[in-house]
């Protein structure tokens, strides 16, 4: 089942753990290092964060590293309420992407993505990719697809897609809003979303379930 809440418990996922926090203006934390590799995304807000050795001023998107031996990501300062997702594990040094999303209804869902054959009420795109993806759901709740399964996802949850298998989002009860984070890049490497009728079929990890 690719979906699990803080920890993963697989043995081929790069994302070993990760946590949603949320903080009210003026507030301060700091992130316990759990891996050798962290990244912290700004969902929403403004606050000031130090690590490795710098302070910045860090916005809705702000897309973050740590390497070992770096000092842990604090939040010294939060200036409007500020939500963060912390991620830990051990991928390598050539990834694909990492940011924000977001998923609706559409009053005409349409995409250029794969075909498929479940109800789709949104544009998001069915697509494969040259590496793992995990996606973290921080607000609103819907229907992931993830080799080829639905699953009902929530606030808290991270959907996890080994390399080739493809995934969608087709379904929202609630706005979504959430991280995705491509992991180590492998076979040919491509970047970003792929498709079978751009890209050539899929060649999915079958042991990545």
């Not at 770096?70 to 694909?96: C, K, N, R, S």
């Not at 808290?156 to 991280?179: I, K, S």
Request: glycine share 10%.
């Amino acid at each position: 089942m690719p979906v699990f809440q803080s920890e993963a418990d697989r043995g081929w996922c790069e994302l070993r753990f990760y946590e949603i926090v949320e903080l009210p203006i003026g507030a301060s934390h700091t992130f316990e290092r759990r891996a050798a590799k962290e990244k912290l995304i700004v969902g929403a807000g403004k606050c000031t964060i130090t690590y490795a050795s710098k302070t910045i001023s860090a916005e809705e998107g702000a897309n973050l590293d740590t390497r070992e031996g770096e000092a842990p990501f604090a939040v010294t300062e939060t200036q409007t309420p500020t939500t963060l997702i912390y991620m830990a594990g051990h991928w390598g040094d050539e990834l694909g992407g990492s940011g924000l999303f977001s998923v609706r209804k559409s009053d005409d869902p349409r995409d250029n993505g794969d075909s498929h054959a479940y109800a789709k009420e949104t544009n998001f795109d069915r697509h494969y990719h040259d590496c793992d993806e995990y996606w973290i759901i921080f607000q609103g709740s819907g229907v992931a697809v993830s080799e080829n399964k639905p699953y009902e996802v929530k606030k808290g949850d991270c959907v996890a897609t080994g390399m080739g298998h493809h995934h969608d989002f087709p379904l929202v009860h609630e706005p979504v809003r959430a991280v995705y984070f491509e992991t180590t890049l492998e076979g040919q490497k491509r970047l970003g979303h792929l498709w079978n009728h751009t890209h050539n079929p899929a060649q999915p990890k079958t042991d990545r379930v």
